[in-house]
């Protein structure tokens, strides 16, 4: 059996500036698929409101939508380090309500270690919760629970101030207890910047240049499980809609033509049984 990726393993990648791999999955049977694949973690994320409910953003994921999805994702006993994500306003009110909810995907999800979106503001939860002995990966930049207070889904970090903020965010991360920190639509030579002024703390860019630590994507999108939009930053390796779409047309043309099933698909019983029966 692979020895399972750990914190102390990700901290050292970083240290030897080995790429770290992250991979977003929702569920039992994607979570097998990435895991064998070899990536270093997966993010139980709360994108999931977008890419599993539906909805415009993932403002209305919950506490319970996060445990559901993260207890599907450990059922596949992966060798990748699992990271729950903390839905808002399960950790904004205050430091107790944080850590009961952060030792909630320990506790019941099973995961590793948890994420929060955040800068300075939120180094005191993260203090406490490192204190407790739960991990945390920080994520600045763009923070989608914040969308409302950034006016939509934009780059960050244009200017002095913002940029200067978001290197100064970093170092308290870091200095904080984070382990990592994922950076979202970040100009690329910032993203950099932030990367090698930290010494402990690996940097994961989604839309933030290769100069980071690591990367990540959503598995919808890096597989093309649907078609419409598609954010710059995702390359798509697969095209799973088309596949998906001319799959079942095929089998709903070969329903239609009574062509399947066919009998290798069908069982059998025994002809004496059968004349029996009125």
């Known amino acids: 059996m692979l020895k399972k990726v750990s914190v102390t393993d990700i901290k050292t990648m970083k240290q030897k500036g080995e790429p770290i791999t992250m991979i977003t999955a929702y569920d039992v049977a994607m979570a097998r698929n990435v895991d064998e694949a070899g990536v270093d973690m997966i993010l139980v994320g709360d994108s999931l409101g977008n890419v599993i409910m539906g909805l415009s953003s993932t403002l209305p994921v919950t506490m319970d939508d996060m445990i559901h999805h993260t207890k599907c994702v450990m059922r596949s006993e992966p060798r990748a380090l699992v990271v ?133 994507l959503v598995c919808n999108d890096l597989l093309g499980v649907s078609a419409g939009f598609c954010p710059k930053f995702v390359k798509k390796y697969a095209d799973l809609h088309s596949i998906t779409v001319n799959a079942v047309k095929n089998y709903c043309a070969d329903v239609k033509a009574r062509s399947y099933p066919g009998p290798e698909h069908s069982f059998k019983m025994d002809d004496a049984v059968l004349e029996r029966l009125y």
Do not use: W
């Open 84 to 216: 729950g994500d903390m839905p808002f306003m399960s950790y904004q009110a205050d430091l107790a309500e944080g850590l009961r909810n952060a030792a909630r995907f320990l506790k019941e999800g099973g995961c590793a270690a948890v994420k929060l979106e955040g800068g300075a503001e939120v180094c005191p939860l993260v203090e406490k919760l490192t204190a407790a002995g739960i991990p945390v990966m920080a994520h600045i930049g763009l923070t989608p629970q914040s969308v409302n207070q950034l006016g939509g889904f934009k780059v960050q970090g244009k200017d002095l101030q913002a940029a200067q903020k978001l290197i100064d965010d970093a170092k308290k991360l870091e200095e904080a207890g984070a382990f990592a920190c994922v950076l979202e639509c970040v100009p690329a030579p910032l993203a950099e910047k932030i990367t090698r002024s930290l010494t402990s703390m690996a940097t994961i860019g989604i839309g933030a240049g290769s100069g980071c630590d690591g990367q990540v």
